[in-house]
Nanobody, 119 residues
Framework: QVQLVESGGGLVQPGGSLRLSCAASGNIWGDNAVGWYRQGPGKERELVARITIGGTTNYVESVKGRFAISRENAKNTFYLQMNSLKPEDTAVYYC?????????????WGQGTQVTVSS
């Protein structure tokens, strides 16, 4: 099992910034990828950003140039720095940890944190 604890959501004005954090504990040894999903009102959950254990990153097109994902492997913690926030970024953000065990993968989720972008 992997436990994920998120922090850092809140209310911010358009153009503002927030930093989300996700701390992992439990059976997290070995190869993995981590990332952030979000689900806005009336929308499907989407993958916002992901980063491999080696540091390779991917972003959904709508956040490229504004969001940055990073990780501190020694602390089992990863982050999502969100800049130039827009109202359409409003969503519940979930951190995600994907553990690789041979040919099988095991996904784990945080509890979600609300991000609201509004004036």
């Amino acid at each position: 099992q992997v436990q994920l604890v998120e922090s850092g959501g809140g209310l911010v004005q358009p153009g503002g910034s927030l930093r989300l954090s996700c701390a992992a504990s439990g059976n997290i040894w070995g190869d993995n990828a981590v990332g952030w999903y979000r689900q806005g009102p009336g929308k499907e959950r989407e993958l916002v950003a992901r980063i491999t254990i080696g540091g390779t990153t991917n972003y959904v097109e709508s956040v490229k140039g504004r969001f940055a994902i990073s990780r501190e492997n020694a602390k089992n913690t990863f982050y999502l720095q969100m800049n130039s926030l827009k109202p359409e970024d409003t969503a519940v953000y979930y951190c995600w940890w994907l553990v690789y065990r041979g040919t099988t993968t095991y996904p784990y989720w945080g509890q979600g944190t609300q991000v609201t972008v509004s004036s």
